[in-house]
């Protein structure tokens, strides 16, 4: 079946634009969450959903960062006013539920580069 | 709060010749671990997870890794390597109280050499 996707692969904008970065579950999977990749600094959490709880934004790394979840299902991260430090490959993930028992399947992602 | 440390960076190895892939963690709470691996340009894969039972626990394409809790470690190993498992692996950690997102290492660059 399909797993996670993501678009764009690929995102180049300037520094200042505002981005938008969107992520299709795995139809059913009721948790989804986000992460960033940086080089040298690994995989970092953004962002949790699960279901029609509130998010667990604790890892959102200011408030330029915000997500949202359409319907249980795709998501949309969104970083207003980028900075060149925000230049990353932002991985999504999704799983059949929220407890640990439940693997995390991810995209391919996508490379932001804010020149 | 977790953490996830692995020791080295870049690990280059012989095809065929056997590969560990070092990983420590820290936590105040029991933890599920987990390695996954990366290919070039690709999302992360499942390779094996250690959620309780039996210290010793057997991944995808032959890796397998051992939990030891007195040193707090998840090393991975294969004991042939191909050109093939040329990727990038994170060790992960979650607690035992489950709504919380995996918690990474910074990565290890596994390099088959032919």
């Known amino acids: 079946g399909a797993g996670v996707s993501q678009s764009p692969s690929n995102k180049v904008t300037e520094k200042g634009k505002d981005v938008e970065l969107r992520c299709d579950p795995i139809s059913g999977h009721t948790a989804l969450y986000w992460y960033r990749q940086s080089l040298g600094q690994g995989l970092e959490f953004l962002i949790y959903f699960q279901g029609n709880s509130a998010p667990d934004k604790s890892g959102l790394p200011s408030d330029r960062f915000s997500a949202e979840r359409t319907g249980g299902s795709v998501s949309t991260l969104t970083i207003q006013r980028t900075q060149q430090e925000d230049s990353a490959v932002y991985l999504c993930?999704?799983?059949?539920?929220?407890?640990?028992?439940?693997?995390?399947?991810f995209g391919p992602g996508t490379r932001l580069t804010v020149t | 709060a977790q953490s996830v440390t692995q020791l080295d960076s870049q690990v280059p190895v012989f095809e065929e010749a056997p590969v560990e892939l070092r990983c420590n963690y820290s936590s105040s709470v029991s933890v599920y671990l987990f390695w996954y691996v990366q290919y070039p340009n690709q999302g992360l894969q499942l390779l094996l997870k250690y959620l309780s039972g039996s210290t010793l626990v057997k991944g995808i394409n032959g890796f397998e890794a051992e939990f030891n809790k007195s040193q707090t470690s998840f090393h991975l190993r294969k004991p042939s390597v191909h050109i093939s498992d040329t990727a990038e692996y994170f060790c992960?950690?979650?607690?035992?109280?489950?709504?919380?997102?995996?918690?990474f290492g910074k990565g290890t660059r596994l390099s088959v050499i032919a």
């Open positions: 992960a950690v979650s607690s035992y109280s489950g709504n919380t997102p995996l918690v």
């Open positions: 993930a999704s799983s059949l539920g929220s407890g640990i028992g439940y693997e995390q399947y």
